[in-house]
T-cell receptor, first 110, second 112 residues
Framework: TQLLEQSPQFLSIQEGENLTVYCNSS?????LQWYRQEPGEGPVLLVT?????EVKKLKRLTFQFGDARKDSSLHITAAQPGDTGLYLC??????????FGTGTRLKVLA | GAVVSQHPSRVICKSGTSVKIECRSL??????MFWYRQFPKQSLMLMAT?????????EQGVEKDKFLINHASLTLSTLTVTSAHPEDSSFYIC????????FGSGTRLTVV
């Protein structure tokens, strides 16, 4: 059973469009991370959120942690082909044992 | 930043043989490392938590006799896939806690 469900599972959009990826759970997490992974590589950490309601921005990416610390969202503004990849959320229920979400595969077309 | 090196990046082995994958923290000490498995187009599934100087903690459903983990030093954890079979073919990734959570580049294992 996957604790963290991501939606959508797949997303194909045109360059310049905006998109939002959701990460939902019935469990409370002490912290939540977002990663991007390219084929054949390990995931690369984008952000860590720890406080309920927290919003962090990383250039065109905006991350939000739900007030109850059970869910999170990733919003990308003006997507570019370089944003293509597998986006993974990961929640920690202890000190640093992270469980990964089901993943969202994004493809941005030029 | 912190770097985790994983070796080999790719390995092909015959069914029934064993394969060892190394995970090294290059510029920091890691008392805890994690091993994940990833099937094509799927997310990462945590296999086990590797603890320096003690036994690894395995997730439910992961065979500890099949996937041997040794964390003999603060910079090295190894995962040995014993008596490998084609269904063990997968992408294996390690990670360690530094300033954040750093992943190795993964090992693609193909068992033929």
């Amino acid at each position: 059973t996957q604790l963290l469900e991501q939606s959508p599972q797949f997303l194909s959009i045109q360059e310049g469009e905006n998109l939002t990826v959701y990460c939902n759970s019935s469990s409370v997490f002490s912290s939540l991370q977002w990663y991007r992974q390219e084929p054949g590589e390990g995931p690369v950490l984008l952000v860590t959120v720890v406080t309920g309601g927290e919003v962090k921005k990383l250039k065109r990416l905006t991350f939000q942690f739900g007030d109850a610390r059970k869910d999170s969202s990733l919003h990308i503004t003006a997507a570019q082909p370089g944003d293509t990849g597998l986006y993974l959320c990961a929640g920690a229920r202890g000190t640093y044992k992270y469980i990964f979400g089901t993943g969202t595969r994004l493809k941005v077309l030029a | 930043g912190a770097v985790v090196s994983q070796h080999p990046s790719r390995v092909i082995c015959k069914s029934g043989t064993s394969v060892k994958i190394e995970c090294r923290s290059l510029d920091f000490q890691a008392t805890t490392m994690f091993w994940y498995r990833q099937f094509p187009k799927q997310s990462l599934m945590l296999m086990a938590t590797s603890n320096e100087g003690s036994k690894a903690t395995y997730e439910q459903g992961v065979e500890k006799d099949k996937f041997l983990i040794n964390h003999a030093s603060l910079t090295l954890s190894t995962l040995t896939v014993t008596s490998a079979h084609p269904e063990d073919s997968s992408f294996y990734i390690c990670s360690a806690q530094a300033d954040g959570y750093t992943f190795g580049s993964g090992t693609r294992l193909t068992v033929v």
